[in-house]
């Protein structure tokens, strides 16, 4: 969850989470990466994991997974973008993950492969590509520990925003208000300093920002920059 920042007991302030993506990364320097990631104010490492069928694009996989593991101390936020990612939860567990999305558009049983997740050890996490509605998920809302909204179409990074999200966000938020779901809120693609505080206004709990802090001069500054307050 969001950490505490007060101790106030009339007003909890917390702050928003950061997960750099690995994606943006310079893999020619991948341990100085990740040490300035271990360094920074960063909450999790996110990493996007593409085959290059559910999207037009391959990534990485468990050898570069297995590598960063052991340089990286900060949790691992994964991020399947692959076609029957229930294959991989054991491997994904066995490797350290804390947290396991899986696309509500790649899983044909969606409930079992939560729960899978779950009994694997780790966080289950449900994304939703632009197009796909929050409404989709109110028969599993309950049982998940985040809902990953991307603001890109998956595949690629340096996109632009969609600016839909914002209100996609609030919508979200108040179908979590209604369940009484703890589930946090991420959003990936196109997060920089102009988006980001929208989007924490509207409801976001985790920031993933990928272009935006690994290509900057100062990318431990750019972290710092996105741990907003929320109250």
Known sequence: MPQLIATNPEIVTMKTL??????AADFTDLRGQME???RSEADWLHCDVMDGSFVPNISFGFPVLQAVKRICVKPLDVHYMIVNPERYIEQTAQLGAMMMSVHYEACTHLDRTIHEIHMAGMKAGVVLNPSTPVHLLQE?????????????????????FIENTISKVQRLRAMLANCGSSALIEVDGGVNG???????????????SGSYVFGDK???????ELK????
Not at 142 to 158: A, K, T
Not at 194 to 208: I, K, Q, S
Request: charged fraction near 20%.
């Open 18 to 23: 950061v997960s750099p993506s690995l994606l």
């Open 228 to 231: 907003y307050e929320k109250v």
């Open 218 to 224: 100062d990318p431990l500054a750019r972290i710092r």
């Open 140 to 160: 599993v809302i309950e049982d998940v520990d985040m809902v990953l909204l991307m603001s890109v179409n998956p595949g690629f990074g340096g996109q632009h």
């Open 194 to 208: 102009e988006t980001a505080p929208r989007l924490v206004r509207a409801g976001v709990d985790v920031l993933v």
């Open 36 to 38: 300035m990631i271990n």
